[in-house]
Structures are given as structure tokens and as C-alpha cells.
């Protein structure tokens, strides 16, 4: 199989898992920026035309990042990060599926719809007008996710799992985009800097983006 993935925070998200499981899973480099996704090709495998995304080796495709995830945890189930039994398992989608609803997708509409315009804009409909709100509303899903973090280690506790992940890619990428975050938000510094610390943080930037300026 192998790994179809760019630039980006979403990609990095699963190339962190990949890393954090020890996997070794081949990677196919697709031009974000050429828009090379928005093509007819890509779009045959993934008519979202979303990055990234996971070729089997029988032609199988598999795109979002929550499902790539799952398929690889099912094929690899140590170290789990999704979990070991049933009460995990939905302990992080349910938390999982929080750091989406609440933060991240509002916070990567917010760049697309802002700071990000340029690039997306000629991509598909962008509501520009929305950008302040939509950011605001992300960052009371961080705020959220900080009361969340209340003397816990991790957002489920003391176990990593892919909320974590999904969570900090986001975050690390809008902070290098201008993203300000209230400091008095110490759960979420805190846990920021933890989670930068894994060797799989950096294992999972891509190359070159201390050039883009941004962190995906």
C-alpha cells in the first residue's frame, strides 16, 4: 500500500500515526499547490479530491484521515492509539470527534477562508466573510478542549490517541499561520509543548516547510 500525501496538517496527522505505530508504509508525494489533487486523476481516487489518502495493494482507496486510521489500527493494533477494548475505542471517537467539531474544523475554515484564500479560493466556494467567526468559534472549541485537559495528561487521560493527534496538527499548523490562543489557556500550552516534544512531531513535518513558513 501506500501513503498518497502533501504539505499539509491533515496529512501530517496520519504520518504522525504512521510514525507514532512504527510503521513502514510507502509515501507518494501529491502537489497541493499545483492544485494536482483538484485533477481528474487524483479525483478518480478520490473524487473529494481531499488529502491525504491510502492506495491498497488491490487498487482499494481509502481517504479521510479518522478512516486511514482506523484501517491501520485494525491491521496494526499495537501501540493502540484508537484502543485496546470496546470502552476505549469509543472513548476516543467520542473525543475525537469533540476536537473536530468543536475546534478543528472551524479553525481550518477559518485559514481557507482567511489567511489561506488565495490558495483555495479558485478550489471550491470559499465564504470569506465568515473567516472572524468561524475562528472564534474554534477557539472556544480550544478553550473547551483546555477544561477538558484538566489534570490529565493526554485528551483521553493518560493514553495518546488519535484525538491527540488530529488536535495538535491543527494547532500547530493555524499557531505558524498567525492563530493567537489565549494564554491563560495553560492545558492547552502545556499539552501543546508535550506533544511537540514526541520525536513523531517532528518525524511528521514535511520537507521544505521551514520554506512554506507554515507547519504541515
Known amino acids: 500500500m501506500k501513503l498518497l500525501q502533501s504539505f499539509g496538517p491533515n496529512p501530517r ?20 499547490f ?65 476536537v473536530e467539531l468543536q ?20 478550489r471550491f466556494r470559499c465564504v470569506p466573510e465568515a473567516a472572524d467567526g468561524l475562528r472564534a468559534k474554534g477557539l472556544d472549541g480550544v478553550a473547551l478542549l483546555d477544561s477538558m485537559l484538566e489534570g490529565q495528561t493526554y485528551v483521553c487521560g493518560e493514553r495518546l ?9 491543527c494547532l500547530d499548523f493555524c499557531l505558524s499561520t498567525g492563530l493567537v490562543i489565549d494564554p491563560a489557556l495553560t492545558n492547552i500550552s502545556t499539552w501543546l ?3 511537540d ?11 521544505g516547510w521551514q520554506d512554506i513558513g507554515m507547519k504541515g
Open 34 to 98: 499545483g492544485a494536482e489533487n483538484r485533477q481528474e486523476a487524483y479525483r478518480k481516487k478520490n473524487p473529494a479530491g481531499g488529502i491525504p489518502c491510502l492506495e491498497l495493494d488491490d487498487g482499494h482507496v481509502l481517504s479521510e484521515t479518522g478512516a486511514i486510521c482506523e484501517f491501520l489500527e485494525e491491521l496494526h493494533p499495537a501501540p493502540a492509539l484508537i484502543g485496546s477494548n470496546a470502552w476505549e475505542r469509543a472513548e476516543t471517537r467520542m473525543n475525537l470527534r469533540r
Open 103 to 122: 475546534a478543528t474544523e472551524y479553525l481550518y475554515n477559518a485559514f481557507r477562508f482567511g489567511p489561506g484564500l488565495a490558495l483555495f479560493e479558485h
Open 193 to 195: 509543548a508535550r506533544m
Open 197 to 207: 516534544a514526541r520525536p513523531s512531531a517532528s518525524a511528521s513535518l514535511s520537507a
Open 13 to 32: 496527522m496520519v504520518r504522525m500515526f504512521i510514525a507514532e505505530k512504527g510503521l513502514s508504509i510507502r509515501f507518494e508525494s501529491v502537489d497541493l
Open 161 to 169: 490517541t488519535v484525538a491527540d493527534l488530529a488536535l495538535f496538527c
